[in-house]
């Protein structure tokens, strides 16, 4: 089994940072692509930011130049440096992996969440 654990969210005033942190642990094979999701009350949930296993890098046009990602491969964890926060940023933030999982019949690709951390940006 593959979880995916969160950490780093809360209450910042507009204007400060945030670090968020995702680890991933279990029968992990190998990771592809990890990233950040958000959603927001009564919006859909919306890419925040991405990294593949190498270095490419995709963010959302609302957050580029403000927030950052970065991964430990060797720690199987994301981070998501977010500064300049805005109001427009509170969501709850989600980490997602795209990853081979090592099962009892070989390795297989799965798509794991984690269970959310709630960041809200005060004007």
């Known amino acids: 089994q593959v979880q995916l654990v969160e950490s780093g969210g809360g209450l910042v005033q507009a204007g400060g940072s945030l670090r968020l942190s995702c680890a991933a642990s279990g029968s992990i094979f190998s990771i592809n692509a990890m990233g950040w999701y958000r959603q927001a009350p009564g919006k859909q949930r919306e890419l925040v930011a991405a990294i593949t296993s190498g270095t490419d890098t995709n963010y959302a046009d609302s957050v580029k130049g403000r927030f950052t990602i970065s991964r430990d491969s060797a720690k199987n964890t994301v981070y998501l440096q977010m500064n300049s926060l805005k109001p427009e940023d509170t969501a709850v933030y989600y980490c997602?992996?795209?990853?081979?999982?090592?099962?009892?019949?070989?390795?297989?690709?799965?798509?794991?969440w984690g269970q959310g951390t709630q960041v809200t940006v005060s004007s």
């Open positions: 997602n992996a795209d990853l081979i999982a090592t099962m009892p019949t070989g390795e297989y690709e799965y798509d794991y």
